[in-house]
């Protein structure tokens, strides 16, 4: 078959929709394939928590990119560039160093923290782990700052101060993770320094603004059993090297912070001569589509996402539903069928709270403790081993030619 009857896709974004977009269009032969990013690898975003805590290592929350390409049958390519804009009419997605032409187009770029300009001292004192580079330097912070307080030790040790601003499903287990993770680490070496105080500030009455009712109140529950102490109706003002100010006039010390405040659209989008909501996130129809061209689709935390009215929250999930959804139109166009309008709803959220302990809802049941525990470490096993296993055989391939 002549190359011009193939199906030039460019997916733009190695996160979770772009991965799943590009294993399901791989399976017909006629669509070559595109995958663009601006770094090498897909990072694992759910299991950041786990990272930080010294769970795992940075190999098991990453899949190289080049590798996992390589590992389709020799329709899909890989190609590590950073997208710089769109030309759209003329179908070109144009690159740092090239051109690259598209018959079909998914912007699946997600999302990055948004270090508010209006806080003096985030950008120069916080952290965001949204990031695989930045969960990379907090992690070791973390540990160099509990290796420092060992080293004080003694009953005049200072305490280890850190202030997790933002009280979403972020930074909820981000705080429970550490505070479960130091507790341990502490106890089990028998140090005598064990003094850590570990924040938590939530702008909303509660924490996990929006969701469940139980989730909310087993998650405010572990929290304060793990010492967690949270600062609620209060927002970030202003950071130095040592404190943090809060709205209310209070001032914290602190050794590090994270923020979990919020997101924004990564830059690639801010470019883009395609709606959007106000908050800068591509408005897309009821078949992912963005703006008036039909090849174009949008999906993941780049995009605004509705059912019934009612704004879907960006998962992991919902960001593979809208891959599977985008997949299954760009066929039916090949084939000139009726479009599919989506129906994508979270189908359930596991939210892990430090070592052994998580609680969720599946399908309308609840679960807590150690069998949620169980449950989130299957998924994230058996989503890991399903990327690890593409990549392994794209690896032989590469070093076996």
């Known amino acids: ?32 394939i595109t995958l663009l990013d601006k ?8 299991d950041v928590y786990e990272l930080i805590a010294n769970e795992k290592d940075f190999a098991k929350v990453s899949v190289d990119l080049f590798t996992y390409c390589s590992g389709f049958e020799g329709n899909v390519s890989f190609y590590k560039q950073e ?31 948004k270090f508010v300009k209006s806080i003096q001292g985030l950008k120069e004192y916080a952290h965001g782990v949204k990031a ?52 341990e680490f502490y106890c089990e070496n028998n140090f005598l320094c064990r003094k850590l105080n570990i924040v938590l500030v939530s702008s909303s009455k509660q924490i996990l603004k929006g969701l469940d009712d139980f989730l909310v109140e087993k998650s405010h529950k572990r929290l304060l059993d793990l010492e967690v102490v949270i600062k609620s109706e209060a927002r970030v003002i202003s950071l130095t090297q040592e404190s943090v100010t809060l709205s209310n006039g209070e001032t914290i ?41 039909k090849e174009v689709f949008a999906i993941g935390d780049c995009a605004t996402l509705y059912n019934k009215g009612e704004l879907i929250a960006p998962t992991a999930d919902v960001a593979e539903q809208m891959a599977e959804l985008c997949s299954e139109n760009i066929m039916r166009m090949g084939t000139n069928k009726k479009l599919k309008a ?32 169980i449950m989130k470490k ?17 690896c032989d391939k590469i070093f076996n030619a």
């Open 1 to 32: 078959m002549s190359i011009n009857n193939y199906n030039k896709i460019i997916v733009i974004g190695g996160g979770y929709g772009g991965l799943r977009a590009v294993e399901n269009l791989a399976k017909d032969k006629n669509n070559q």
């Open 39 to 46: 770094n090498a690898y897909h990072f694992m975003q759910t």
């Open 83 to 113: 997208v710089e804009n769109i030309d759209f009419e003329n179908k070109k997605v144009i690159t740092d160093t090239q051109r690259f032409s598209y018959v079909y187009l998914i912007i699946a770029v997600g999302a990055r923290t």
């Open 132 to 183: 695989l580079h930045r969960a990379m330097y907090f992690k070791q912070k973390f540990e160099m700052s509990l290796f420092k307080k060992v080293q004080e030790s003694g009953v005049t040790c200072k305490a280890l101060s850190i202030v997790v601003a933002g009280a979403g499903l972020s930074g909820v287990e981000i705080a429970a993770q550490m505070a479960s993770y130091a507790k």
């Open 253 to 293: 010390p602190m050794d590090f912070m994270i923020f979990a405040g919020g997101i924004e659209p990564n830059g690639l989008i801010y470019k883009l001569d395609l709606p959007k909501n106000e908050r800068g996130f591509l408005n897309i129809n009821e078949y992912l589509q963005a703006g008036s061209k």
């Open 342 to 373: 989506h129906d994508i709803r979270s189908r359930g959220m596991l939210i892990a709270l430090g070592r052994r302990y998580a609680v969720g809802k599946i399908s309308n049941i609840y679960i807590s403790g150690f069998v949620a525990f």
């Open 378 to 394: 299957l998924i994230e096993k058996v989503y890991f081993i399903k990327l690890d296993r593409r990549s392994k055989k794209g």
